[in-house]
Nanobody
């Protein structure tokens, strides 16, 4: 089974920065698209940013110019550098990865999610 382990969340003041990381582990053949989603109380889970295995990125308009997604394919890790944080960025952030894995000589392609990490932007 594949696991995504997130780290880097916490409490920060408006204008501050945080760096989230998420490492995929398990019997992995390939990690395709990875990304970050967020969900605030009462809201749906929305895409923040994603990055393909080749490095192509896309992000929500609300975070463009402030957040940067990157990945280290050798480590199966995706990062989200969050700068100029705003109160409205407060949410639980979830790591996502589409993974091709192997189990008993069979390959499977599945979506995986991290447990979520709280990001709170407050004075």
């Amino acid at each position: 089974q594949v696991q995504l382990v997130e780290s880097g969340g916490g409490l920060v003041q408006p204008g501050g920065s945080l760096r989230l990381s998420c490492a995929a582990s398990g019997s992995i053949l390939s990690v395709y698209t990875m990304g970050w989603y967020r969900q605030a109380p009462g809201n749906q889970r929305d895409l923040v940013a994603s990055i393909s295995s080749s490095g192509d990125t896309n992000s929500a308009d609300s975070v463009k110019g402030r957040f940067t997604i990157s990945r280290d394919n050798a480590k199966n890790t995706v990062y989200l550098q969050m700068n100029s944080l705003k109160v409205e960025d407060t949410a639980v952030y979830y790591c996502y990865a589409r993974v091709r894995r192997i189990e008993y000589y069979r390959a499977y392609e599945s979506d995986y999610w991290g447990q979520g990490t709280q990001v709170t932007v407050s004075s």
